[in-house]
């Protein structure tokens, strides 16, 4: 099993360390690490020349207007950096983020949909890097489209999958999570849904719970002490003691 699902409730970054550094760059990662997470939450589109790269928008600006990051070759990104506020940095590809960290963090890699140069290349890039790097019971592959879930998981079954949803998702009557495609065991509501009752409901039918973005340290010991497995935040260093608080320990 996945080790994300194992043990005490995880501390991972959103996005790395967004408050110290600019989100998805290696400097945030690096701070992340540094403050005592445990993995990192990250986000992956692809560029126009098919490169996974490591950005939430799926527009950026570039020069003085603001551009579809689809559109622009790795190269063409490369040019200058990513601004925003006080904060500036480059837009780290995929590999560069797991060549850097290898096997010493874990993973939570979310899909974002958007254009691709053909179909269901950004989930054959994504099986392909976690393979090469020996990082598929290092990493969760998280998304809100239950269909890019069940395609990588056709590309490579040994990759857990996740399925975030928000107040927007469809979720059948009396239930309080959408239904998950096929091989899914994971899901990753937003803070306001991770309810005393889903983290019950969950835990009895052996489901894991990734809840986002808890930045509150009470807020994430009350889910640390209800089992949810993993905790993802913009502010690492405030809750890393959660990673010695243990699930099962508190529910006895």
Not at 111 to 135: C, N, Y
């Amino acid at each position: 099993m996945n080790p994300a699902h194992l043990g005490p409730t995880r501390v991972y970054g959103h996005r790395g360390s967004p408050r110290r550094a600019l989100e998805n760059t290696l400097e945030s990662f690096d701070r992340a690490e540094a403050e005592g997470a445990d993995g990192f939450e990250l986000d992956v589109r692809l560029t126009f020349d098919g490169e996974a790269v490591v950005h939430h928008d799926p527009e950026l600006l570039h020069g003085d207007r603001r551009v579809s990051l689809s559109s622009l070759s790795l190269l063409e990104l490369r040019q200058e950096p990513v601004r925003r506020g006080e904060f500036s940095g480059d837009v780290p590809t995929l590999r560069e983020v797991f060549f850097r960290y290898g096997g010493q963090v874990s993973y939570l890699v979310e899909l974002k949909s958007g254009p691709s140069p053909r179909p269901s290349l950004l989930e054959f890039r994504v099986a392909a890097l976690l393979k090469q790097f020996h990082l598929t019971g290092k990493a969760l592959v998280l998304s809100f489209s239950a269909e890019i879930l069940r395609r990588i998981r056709e590309i490579e079954p040994q990759i857990e999958t996740c399925l975030i949803f928000d107040g927007t998702a469809y979720r059948p009557e009396g239930r309080l999570w959408p239904d998950l495609p096929k091989g899914c065991q994971s899901i990753a509501p937003q803070l306001a849904l991770a309810s005393e009752r889903l983290l019950a409901e969950a835990r009895s039918a052996e489901i894991p719970v990734h809840v986002w973005t808890v930045n509150d340290p009470v807020e994430a010991a009350r889910l640390a002490s209800m089992g949810a497995t993993s905790i993802i935040t913009d502010v690492p260093a405030e809750l890393f003691p959660l990673s010695a608080m243990s699930p099962a320990g508190a529910a006895e």
